[in-house]
């Protein structure tokens, strides 16, 4: 189970309450971060891993969107 994910935040992030789909996305966000990471290569030709963020905000924004859209029994 992923930590700190609950039913009661589901029920309360399904509902609407921003902060709770907040924390939720804030708990899925070291996988999102790592989905949206690619090596980018510097002026000199250094490597370094870098973050999509455009990628990033479309998968949170895609999130949130689930969690809206989600039934709870």
Same mark, same amino acid.
């Given at each position: ?19 709770? $789909?907040?924390?939720? #996305?804030?708990?899925? =966000?070291?996988?999102?971060?790592? +989905?949206?990471?690619?090596? @980018? ?7 370094? $891993?870098?973050?999509? #963020?455009?990628?990033? =905000?479309?998968?949170?924004?895609? +999130?949130?969107?689930?969690? @809206? ?5």
């Amino acid at each position: 189970m992923t930590k700190g994910l609950n039913y009661e935040l589901i029920k309360k992030a399904v509902s609407g309450d921003e902060v709770a $789909i907040n924390k939720i #996305v804030k708990i899925y =966000e070291p996988y999102i971060n790592t +989905l949206v990471s690619t090596k @980018l290569y510097d002026a000199d030709g250094n490597e370094f $891993i870098g973050i999509d #963020v455009d990628l990033q =905000e479309y998968l949170k924004t895609k +999130l949130i969107e689930i969690i @809206l859209k989600y039934k709870v029994a």
